[in-house]
């Protein structure tokens, strides 16, 4: 039957663990989803302007929260896959680590394809 809160420890870090390898994985989705939205008026500073905000600001402005997320995914991460790798569970920290390690990819290259993808 389902439990609403999970009794052992594994599965509370299991738990504790899923917001991190989320953020991994659909941050860059809505980064690039948000780019593809509004990336043209943010380039095209002469053009006309539809919309009320200044998305340049607001690109600029997600980009550091996505990159400050990134950050924090990427220690904690690491602190998941050393206990997993202490708790002998090898491909929980496999996991944990490959995350952690395409956190910074997607650190390093995020802010090269903030206008790329707007423009494409």
């Not at 439990?3 to 420890?9: C, M």
């Not at 919309?51 to 690109?59: R, V």
């Not at 980009?63 to 206990?83: E, R, V």
Request: charged share 10%; aromatic share 20%.
């Amino acid at each position: 039957m389902f439990q609403f809160f999970p009794k052992q420890r594994q599965d509370w870090m299991r738990v504790f663990e899923f917001p991190f390898q989320a953020f991994v994985v659909l941050a860059p989705i809505s980064y690039w989803h948000f780019m593809r939205l509004y990336g043209y008026y943010a380039n095209n500073v002469f053009g006309p302007r539809l919309h009320s905000f200044d998305c340049i600001d607001a690109g600029q402005h997600l980009g550091a929260l996505t990159a400050a997320g990134y950050l924090l995914c990427f220690l904690a991460l690491m602190g998941f896959g050393f206990y997993h790798r202490a708790a002998k569970q090898r491909t929980r920290a496999y996991v944990s680590f490959f995350l952690a390690a395409l956190s910074v990819i997607d650190l390093m290259i995020m802010p090269l394809s903030m206008f790329a993808v707007a423009t494409s």
